[in-house]
């Protein structure tokens, strides 16, 4: 299910600036968000979980925006890793 951006902002009680600087952010690290007919992005609900994450991680005080955005996006890289290679391990599994 995908996501669109007010949606993510009221689950997150966060403003429309707050969740375009983080996914402006997040796609400085390499993270692709899918975007829709009107081209806003929308997110998965790993993507939002991502996000709710690098905000908790930075209200902490104990991490830099940057570095809490690039831990969740590493963290998003590897869940994107691991879902392809189950996805291919299935499809190879079917054709054997």
């Known amino acids: 299910m995908m996501t669109p951006p007010s949606e993510v902002c ?3 009680n966060i403003s429309p600036s707050t969740i375009r600087k983080y996914s402006l952010r997040f796609e400085s690290e390499g993270i692709l ?5 009107s081209n806003s992005r929308i997110y998965t609900v790993t993507e939002v979980a991502a996000l709710r994450e690098s905000m908790t991680v930075k209200k902490s005080g104990d991490i830099t925006f940057e570095n809490a955005v ?3 996006a590493e963290g998003l890289k590897g ?3 691991n879902n392809a290679r189950k996805r291919r391990h299935k499809h190879t599994a079917a054709a054997s």
Request: no cysteine; hydrophobic share 30%.
């Open 10 to 12: 009221k689950q997150l």
């Open 33 to 37: 968000f899918k975007r829709n007919k």
């Open 70 to 72: 690039r831990e969740a």
């Open 79 to 81: 869940a994107s890793y």
